[in-house]
């Protein structure tokens, strides 16, 4: 049988085998590595495969370690680890209840806002999720919502952080499109080719993020006129509204000035997405210190969190490399190149087709699993074909926001499920976010159809 046959039957079956084992519930990292490095064997055997090839993770693991804009990531998370500690999301869901209470829907519509103000100063989906699972469902509950609508909209506004910048997986995905849509350029010839950077995706996500969130609140809006029983007022008593416009300013100025100074830097060409990153690292710790909420313990519980999370994040990207070394050698890049080129429908064949296996992706598996598994097999081909970087990085964006809210596992409906009282069933937690995975497939088709909502915004600033 002819090799370059065989390497491109085994690189499918170590893709298929991959979501498999991680099912069964194995480690990602190592799932992603082991089950390469088998394959790699096994190729080896075959004559498809040369294990001096490897030699090459040292150098890009250091890579990694020392890439300056990847160091955002870190810095980030610290500043979202820390504004949860500071209570800014208590007073902001708190205040704005009381801001809305009076119209119907009014109270779903606020932790909607709050979400989306939440998502633009600390971009930590988890620790969203369940500071407004442990205020906002309460509330809802008593007020009564019907609580399939209340789970929805908490979950769905806790996965904005997904899209709105400063968002982790922009990050990532802008280091590594950057890096392809290089190598493609030059592989055409072009030798000068137009820098792909984060700001980019940064001002990219800015007016899908925006849309999301209207989005959001239209159905809230839609669901108070066609079923007012699922979202009734909650008026503010008289005595609780004499100080409320000195409550929102309060509530609403330091998450406003922090979101200034990061994304109107970034945004603005004043500082790089790294630069950012350290002036809302340092500013979410002065908003805790005046809080009175900043001390040693905290601190150091906050740090000992951020690396937590970014060693994760790394180990899987690290596991990621092996796969993607081992699965381009084996021919896995000739195969998917051969199999997107080929398909019905050209360039929008090809780039729908790839948004399906993400949006089934997500049910299985997580945001980083994904984009460090599908980004470096499909991004080559469809740059190749001619696709926007920055579009496909907004599509993949709001593709991947979906895997938060998808049953079984979307960690969204996890994290809610842990704070959730034992009256909220984990079937009524899933049946209330079917409607917003419906509204995100609407903002993926508006996004197909009209491109520009991704692509102008970084055009007027950067180009």
Known sequence: MDTVLIGEVLAGVMFFGIIGVLMLGFPVAFTLAG?????????????????????SLAPRYTGFMTNEVLVAVPLFIFMGVMLERSKIAEQLLLTMGKLFGNMRGGLGASVILVGALLAASTGVVGATVVTMGLISLPAMTRAGYDPKLACGVICASGTLGQIIPPSTVLIFMGD???GINAQVQMAKGNFAPTPVSVGDLFA???LPGLMLVGLYLAWIFIKAIIDPESCPATPVPPEQKKHLAREVVTALVPPLLLIIAVLGSILGGIATPTEAASVGAVGATILAAARWRLSLSVLR????????ITSMVFIILFGASVFSIV?????????V???LSGLPGGVTGALISVMLVMFLLGFILDTFEIIFIVIPITAPVLFDLGVDPVWLGILVGVNLQMSFLTPPFGFALFYLRGVAPGAISTSMIYRGVVPFVGIQILAIALLFIFPGIATWLPAAIYR
Do not use: K, T
């Not at 699965?327 to 195969?335: A, C, E, K, P, S």
């Open 176 to 178: 590594m499109l950057s």
């Open 337 to 339: 190149h051969e199999l």
């Open 35 to 55: 089950v390469s490095l088998i394959f790699g064997l096994v190729g080896l055997g075959f004559g498809v495969f040369d294990p001096s090839n490897l030699s």
């Open 204 to 206: 990219g996500a800015f």
């Open 327 to 335: 699965f381009r050698l084996m021919g896995g890049d000739n195969l």
């Open 301 to 308: 519980d906050v740090a000992v969190s951020a690396a937590s």
